[in-house]
């Protein structure tokens, strides 16, 4: 008895063949890709009985046709060595269809075991089987199964323990498509037997001899049957002769008869189908009118539940890293190999830190999308905005990605799986990163208020996001009537009925999402934070253009408290216990207290002391800074942005904002910080005033906009370009995406600037 | 015109009345207002995507329903084998069919 045993589950798409996968392997399941194509693959093992089973869940397709991809897949893995059974579910609603696919499994070879998936529906329309009857046309064994309920694979897992035991003995399906026919491809099967060729085995000529027998161009290209061509062309003139259908479509046909004469002989309808809840919902979802908004309604309703839901969970993701960072620097003290705890704590903390912050969004979009696409609804959305986005070279499937963008784009990217055409898959994916992402957002929420007129700030804001929409559909039409060029793909897509989807299949769906962005999270950029780490530290610079260190000293002597200020502040009680300690110690009010403390609720005198030690402490502040500042233009970071800044010029940035622009490649939060530090006011954020100053101390409106226009169109960061690495599977594409958007971005924002500073637009300094 | 059931949601009454009339004089795919049936009689020789169609159900003597069309234009959507299917418009001229009359 043997132990182990490959299981195929094969089936049309929306059979509930993944909720029978989920039903068998519960979360043991492994998620990857086939290798050169972007189907992805998925297996996954049980044990039954003892048996260890490894179960692959194949791509949902209609044929073997090899005419996509996923046929493609589905034909190279069935015909791999150690398949020892072909699980094939039926959408047993509609026998007639699913078993479609059926016959051509059937041709395989292979043992097979029929699950008629979602028998309760099937009872509900009105269907009745006559198993034995139907066993006997398929040649195979036939469960009835419910993939969505809990006990509704019970039957499913009998059956196959049995078919497992009795492996040997199984017997193969044999279909019989009425004499002529067979006749015509018994004839064939004995010549590509003839030929003794052992590319295949044995097994399969009688797969090839139907494939020639319809013309497939897969087939027909195969050199090992070139020989039987004139036996092929023989029978095709036959068959012709007698029934007068095409060859490419013959078999086809021959296969709905087959079909219909078997459901017509063993399935019954007791009662007339009503018209489904589900026709009554399309009659809204689809409707000319309404489809629109509602669909616009629902999108925005997945805005709302990912943002409403992720934010507050954002804050708790957000404190445990600043406490991690805290801790970290806490126990590991600064004197011990003081390089690497910064690089720990301010790198890799922050900078994974920074991003795994994101979780949560990716989390509950990815929920929101699987209640959408398990339920039926997006085939809908594709169907209502098809017309829209065909205008712009795209399809219907292209929109929700597009929108995602506005989010974040590296969940926007992985949803392009839905489109099928490859090409439109492809456009879709290399104009997403023009749609404004939500790390962008601080970028703009620092420079508009400082060069704008408050009521022109939402303008601006609406013409950027505006700017990079047009830019995205203008783009993929230009790519669609250039490199992607050539006659649109057949487009045919299944309007799956409604149906409710389970719990279980939405927490795997995203899980499995969850779990390539804590990948990310773990690999690119941990990475990343470490080379920018290392950028914005090295080389150190250790001499200076004034002492700093002597001079912050010198303040700090200056100021010190002498014994009669400290007796003073002690007796007027404006500090804890514990901070006046503390201050007894150094002889001066530590920063964080002076912040805090109120100097109106004291006497005078005490006054006079809180203003003077604040006074020395952002002067002290103040040098330490720009002694920063300086380390940071000693660094490869700023050695880098001095050399860009001649090109740079030309898109009206100086050094500062190119170093800051270079970072921003990487993460465009990125951009804040960085120039933040630049301009010596330390922990910068969007809100800081101080930095917004300086904004406009040193540049017009119109430098702002460029910056602004720069961050837009420039990517978006490198998480974005490896995600679209591996969704496109081509590091030459997302190198070339990553240049090309670089080149538009600096080539756009220096026409803008040029024209500017020509035109005299916003050229003027605000102060 | 009452009775008249179409779940474009006009309710029968559109704009203006609009026909396709096919150089070679056969009713295809794309004529079939929503709402009516018909049966294939024959897919152009010439047509994309054939094997596409048969394998979905769409071959000679298969019957369909018109169920709707898009909005701005492009997919209908055709119930074949009882199941919705959204095809190309430009396509579906290329699938003769023959109307029912009922």
New interface residues.
């Given amino acids: 008895m043997r132990e182990s045993f490959r299981i195929a589950l094969a089936g049309n798409p929306n059979c509930g063949k993944t909720s029978i996968f989920n039903a068998l392997t519960g979360a043991r399941q492994h998620v990857g890709n086939y290798p050169g194509v972007t189907v992805e693959s998925k297996s996954g093992s049980f044990v039954l009985n003892g048996m260890k089973i490894e179960l692959i869940d194949l791509p949902g397709v ?2 073997l ?1 090899s ?1 996509s991809p996923e046929e493609e897949v589905v034909f190279q893995e069935l015909t791999k060595p150690g398949i020892d059974l072909i699980l094939n579910v039926i959408d047993s ?2 026998p ?2 699913s078993l ?1 696919l059926t016959t051509q499994l059937a041709e395989l070879h292979i043992p097979m075991l029929l699950a008629f998936n979602m028998s309760d529906d099937a009872r509900k329309k009105g269907l009745k089987f006559n198993i034995p009857k139907l066993e006997k046309y398929f040649g195979s064994p036939i469960v009835q199964t419910i993939g969505c309920r809990e006990n509704g694979v019970r039957p499913l897992l009998h059956r196959l323990a049995k078919s497992l035991h009795e492996l040997e003995d199984h017997g193969v399906p044999m279909l019989s498509y009425g004499n002529d026919v067979d006749d015509a491809i018994r004839a064939v099967t004995e010549k590509i037997d003839a030929l003794d060729q052992n590319k295949y085995s044995r097994h399969y000529s009688r797969f090839f001899a139907i494939k020639l027998l319809e013309h497939d161009a897969a087939a027909m290209r195969i050199p090992e049957l070139k020989p039987v061509a004139s036996e092929v062309e023989a029978q095709i003139r036959h068959l012709w002769d007698v029934h007068a ?2 060859a ?2 013959f078999m ?2 021959r296969r ?1 008869a087959m079909l219909a004469g078997a459901c017509r002989d063993a399935i019954s309808m007791s009662h007339e189908r009503r018209r489904e809840i589900s ?1 009554k919902i ?2 809204v979802m ?7 908004p509602l669909f616009f309604l629902i999108i925005y309703f997945t805005f709302w539940f990912t943002f409403t839901l992720a934010d507050p969970l954002m804050g708790y993701i957000e404190d445990f890293f600043s406490w991690l960072n805290e801790m970290v620097k806490s126990v590991w003290s600064p004197e011990t190999l003081p390089l690497l705890r910064t690089m720990l704590t301010d790198g890799v903390i922050s900078g994974v830190g920074g991003v795994l912050v994101f979780l949560p969004n990716i989390l509950f979009l990815f929920f929101a999308i699987a209640i959408l696409e398990d339920s039926g609804y997006m ?1 809908r959305a ?3 905005m ?3 986005m ?1 205008k712009f070279g795209l399809q ?1 499937r292209s929109f929700v990605p597009l929108v995602l963008g506005f989010g974040c784009n590296v969940p926007a990217i992985m949803a392009t799986r839905t489109i099928e055409s490859e090409r439109d898959r492809t456009v879709t994916i290399l104009v997403l990163p023009f749609m404004s992402c939500g790390a962008r957002l601080p970028i703009y929420a620092l420079i508009i208020p400082a060069f704008f007129a408050p009521k022109y700030q939402a303008f601006v804001m609406w013409l950027i996001y505006v700017i990079g929409v047009l830019v995205a559909l203008a783009a993929a039409r230009l790519l669609k009537s250039t490199l992607f060029k050539g ?2 793909e ?7 009925p409604y149906r409710m989807p389970t719990f279980k299949s939405l927490m795997l769906h995203m899980w499995d999402r969850g779990k390539m962005y804590l990948q990310k999270a773990g690999t690119i950029i941990l990475a990343a934070s470490i080379l920018f780490f290392l950028c914005n530290t090295f080389p150190r610079k250790t001499a200076f253009s004034q002492d700093y260190d002597s001079e912050i000293e010198k303040i700090r002597q200056e100021k010190a408290l002498d014994d009669a200020g400290i007796e003073l502040l002690r007796q007027s009680g404006a500090l804890d216990p514990e901070i006046m300690a503390k201050t007894e110690e150094d002889r001066f009010i530590p920063s964080e207290a002076l912040e805090e403390c109120r100097e109106e609720d004291f006497p005078e005198p005490v006054r006079v002391l809180i203003r003077s030690s604040r006074a020395a402490g952002e002067e002290m502040d103040q040098l330490e800074k720009k002694k920063q500042a300086e380390l940071l233009e000693y660094t490869i970071s700023g050695r880098v942005g001095r050399a860009l800044e001649p090109l740079f010029r030309f898109i009206g940035f100086d050094w500062k904002l190119a170093t800051a622009s270079i970072g921003a490649l990487a993460a465009k939060e990125v951009f804040v910080s960085q120039l933040g530090i630049l301009y010596a006011e330390g922990d910068a954020d969007e809100t800081s005033v101080p930095l917004r100053e300086h904004l406009m101390k040193n540049y017009t409106p119109l430098q702002g906009f460029c910056v602004m226009l720069f961050a837009l169109l420039s990517i978006p960061c490198l998480a974005t370009l490896a995600v679209i690495r591996r969704e496109l599977n081509s590091w030459k594409m997302a190198a070339l995406e990553a240049v090309a958007l670089f080149l538009f971005a600096f080539l756009s924002t220096a026409i803008v600037y040029q024209l500017g500073t020509l035109f005299r637009i916003g050229t003027r300094f605000l102060s | 015109m009452a009775g008249v059931k179409c ?4 309710s029968g009454k559109g704009k203006n009345p609009e026909y396709t009339v096919n150089a070679s004089g056969v009713t295809t795919l794309a004529d079939l207002p929503v709402g009516a049936k018909a049966t294939i009689s024959k ?1 152009m ?1 010439k047509a ?10 769409l ?4 019957e369909l329903e018109m ?9 209908l ?1 055709v119930k074949v ?8 418009s430009e ?1 579906a001229a290329n699938i003769v069919i023959e109307k029912e009359e009922d």
Avoid: W
Avoid at chain 1, 286 to 292: A, G, I, K
Avoid at chain 1, 490 to 496: G, H
């Fill in positions: 209609y044929s046709s005419s609603t509609i007639q269809r479609y259908i095409e490419d479509t086809a046909d709905y026709d399309d009659l689809t409707n000319r009118f309404f489809s629109l085939a594709a169907f209502v098809d017309g829209i065909r219907g006659e649109g057949v487009y045919l897509m299944e309007l799956p | 779940s474009c949601g006009c897919i020789p994309r995507g054939r094997k596409k169609f048969a394998d979905v159900g071959v000679a003597g298969a169920e709707a069309h898009a909005p701005f234009g492009g997919l959507r084998l009882d199941t919705s299917m959204a095809i190309h396509d």
